[in-house]
């Protein structure tokens, strides 16, 4: 069984950073893209960033320049480090992966979420 554990999270003041993490477990033939979803309150989620197994990222444009997605592939982690972060960041994160097990095909795994709240 394949588990997409997060940890990260927390409450930050306006322009402060934090760091999520997220590994991934269990019986994995391969990770392709890895990424991070948001959802805010009252809105639908959304995608952050991703990151190729190659390591070619892809962001949002509300959040370039200002988080920065990356992974470690002989760990299976992907990583999110947001930097200035804004009011508008608050929401639950979410990790995804799209990765084949053993015995089964290509699928997406979504880890449990981590709250991310920014305010004074």
């Known amino acids: 069984q394949v588990q997409l554990v997060e940890s990260g999270g927390g409450l930050v003041q306006p322009g402060g950073s934090l760091r999520l993490s997220c590994a991934a477990s269990g019986r994995i033939v391969r990770i392709d893209a890895m990424g991070w979803y948001r959802q805010a309150p009252g809105k639908e989620r959304e995608l952050v960033a991703s990151?190729?197994?190659?390591?070619?990222?892809n962001y949002v444009d509300s959040v370039k320049g200002r988080f920065t997605i990356s992974r470690d592939n002989a760990k299976n982690t992907v990583y999110l480090q947001m930097n200035s972060l804004e009011l508008e960041d608050t929401a639950v994160y979410y990790c995804?992966?799209?990765?084949?097990?053993?015995?089964?095909?290509?699928?997406?795994?979504w880890g449990q979420g981590t709250q991310v709240t920014v305010s004074s």
């Open positions: 990151i190729t197994s190659g390591g070619t990222p």
């Open positions: 995804n992966a799209l990765l084949r097990a053993f015995y089964t095909t290509n699928r997406n795994y």
